[in-house]
């Protein structure tokens, strides 16, 4: 037998919690890396084209200058939505596993 396979008294499921938990974590990692590619990157183009010089009528340099800033707020937004997630993730699997 494996050392995968075995059980300790008093937890016959923690295994499998392990394993859910660190799929949860995987999830939820890739799920922020995503969002830190695709959502800052998609901003910026967007709001430099429709809202900077489309609806604001702005230059080309200025409107540069703007769509790096909601580019750059977005990726803080994105950072501290991580850090809350991963931080309840974590309280949350701290109980569960202080009730066993």
């Known amino acids: 037998r494996t050392c995968s396979s075995r059980q300790i008294p008093g937890r016959p499921y923690q295994l499998h919690s392990n394993e859910g938990s660190l799929t949860s974590t995987l999830r939820t990692l890739l799920f922020f890396t995503a969002l830190m590619i695709t959502l800052p990157v998609g901003l910026y183009f967007s709001s430099k084209a429709y809202i900077f010089e489309g609806t604001l009528g702005m230059s080309n340099r200025d409107s540069y200058f703007y769509?790096?800033?909601?580019?750059?707020?977005?990726?803080h937004v994105v950072l501290a939505l991580f850090v809350y997630v991963a931080w309840n993730e974590g309280t949350r699997q701290w109980r569960e596993g202080k009730q066993d």
């Open 67 to 75: 769509a790096a800033i909601v580019a750059v707020v977005t990726v």
